[in-house]
C-alpha cells in the first residue's frame, strides 16, 4: 500500500515503487493520516507478538472518511455499513477509556485540511447511529475542554 495524494483516477491503478525494484504498490486515500504516529503494542497470540498499528483516534476519523467515499451498492455498501460500526465502537472506547482528548485532537487535525475532509466527515458522521453520534459529540466536546481547542461538531443536532 502507498499514499495516493492526487487525483481519484489512479486510485485503482498500482503505483510502481522504483525503490523496490518496479514492485507495485496499492494507492489508498489518506493513508498519510492513518499511518502517523503508529501505535506499538501486542498482538496476544502464545506469547504475545509485538506489531505497530494505527492510533484508535486516527483509524476512527480515517473510518468515517472511508465511509463517505464509498457506493452505495453491493459489496461498497457492506464494507461502508462496517466502517461506520468499527468508528462508532472506537468512539466509545475512547470514550470508556478517557482519551477523548487524543480524538479531539486528531479531529482538529483532520478538521484544518479542508473542505473536502470537513465534507467527508460530515458526510460519514451523519451515517452514525443516535448512539454513534452521541458518543462521538461527548468524546469531541470532553476532549475539547480537555485540550482547550475548540471543535466544530460535524454535525448541528446534539446527541
Known amino acids: 500500500m502507498t499514499s ?3 487525483t481519484d483516477d ?13 514492485t507495485s504498490a496499492a494507492p489508498l486515500r489518506f493513508l498519510d493520516f492513518l499511518i502517523r504516529d503508529p501505535l506499538r503494542t501486542m498482538l496476544l497470540h502464545k506469547s504475545g507478538v509485538p506489531v505497530t498499528v494505527p492510533d484508535p483516534s486516527r483509524f476512527a476519523v480515517h473510518k468515517l472518511i472511508v465511509a463517505s467515499r464509498r457506493h452505495t451498492d453491493g459489496q461498497s455498501a457492506v464494507k461502508r455499513a462496517k466502517d461506520i460500526r468499527q468508528a462508532a465502537l472506537l468512539f466509545e472506547a475512547l470514550l470508556q477509556t478517557s482519551r477523548a482528548s487524543e480524538l479531539a485532537l486528531v479531529y482538529n ?4 485540511r479542508g473542505s473536502s475532509w470537513q465534507s ?27 485540550i482547550a ?3 466544530v461538531l460535524p454535525f448541528e443536532a446534539s446527541p
Open 120 to 146: 467527508a466527515i460530515r458526510a460519514g458522521a451523519a451515517m452514525l447511529d443516535a448512539r454513534g453520534r452521541g458518543n462521538f459529540a461527548t468524546c469531541l466536546t470532553t476532549g475539547s475542554k480537555e
Open 109 to 112: 487535525e483532520a478538521w484544518e
Open 149 to 151: 481547542e475548540n471543535v
Open 10 to 22: 489512479y486510485l485503482d491503478q498500482p503505483a510502481t515503487m522504483s525503490a523496490l525494484g518496479g
Open 4 to 6: 495516493n495524494r492526487g
